[in-house]
T-cell receptor, first 115, second 110 residues
């Protein structure tokens, strides 16, 4: 079945440590996204990528970095500069806008906590 | 992108239709209405979307008013597994602008 796979499901970070969250999709989608969700809140966009080797900052990119070396993969690194990283991280993908208003499809998330 | 307004929570009896309203009075002509739901600790699940005509799929129906200022998501026969937070989103050509608000918590009761 096609879908979006996020790993790990739970992740713990020590102070001063960088951690990388994985996101892989086999839907042949062009665009990929990272969101952050805090308890009782909606989603906030961190980064997005429309094509390979290109990505753009979202609303809350500070303290995060991404890469898009393959169409299927869009890993997110939470750096030590992100002072409040505890949250639920969601990856999504979609066809590009020129294919019409196709919806985004989401993975099941990674829950990051600070030790 | 237009903002949306949804009730904080709603209750529905199992087996009955659940009608979830959404107000998007500032929607513009090229903006679509999308509905997602999120069950605790899972990623949002796409349900349905539409522009101006009513839409139906295997999960739900979407009714958009003629002036497009509001819409209603209908789950025809709610089950306990439909208990979730339902999000109404309006989005246009800025595909990266996909704002989820706080949504409606639907409680389906036996």
């Amino acid at each position: 079945d096609g879908g979006i796979t996020q790993s790990p499901k739970y992740l713990f970070r020590k102070e001063g440590q960088n951690v990388t969250l994985s996101c892989e999709q086999n839907l042949n989608h062009d665009a990929m996204y990272w969101y952050r969700q805090d308890p009782g809140q909606g989603l906030r966009l961190i980064y997005y990528s429309q094509i390979v080797n290109d990505f753009q900052k979202g609303d809350i990119a500070e303290g995060y970095s991404v890469s898009r070396e393959k169409k299927e993969s869009f890993p997110l690194t939470v750096t030590s500069a992100q002072k409040n990283p505890t949250a639920f991280y969601l990856c999504a993908s979609s066809f590009e806008v020129d294919r019409g208003f196709q919806p985004q499809h989401f993975g099941d998330g990674t829950r990051l906590s600070i030790l | 992108d237009a903002k949306t307004t949804q009730p904080t929570s709603m209750d529905c009896a199992e087996g009955r239709a659940a009608n979830l309203p959404c107000n998007h009075s500032t929607i513009s002509g090229n903006e679509y209405v999308y509905w997602y739901r999120q069950i605790h600790s899972q990623g949002p699940q796409y349900i349905i979307h539409g522009l101006k005509n009513n839409e139906t799929n295997e999960m739900a129906s979407l009714i958009i008013t003629e002036d497009r200022k509001s819409s209603t998501l209908i789950l025809p026969h709610a089950t306990l597994r439909d208990t979730a937070v339902y999000y109404c989103i309006v989005r246009g050509y800025n595909f990266n602008k996909f704002y989820f608000g706080s949504g409606t918590k639907l409680n389906v009761k036996p």
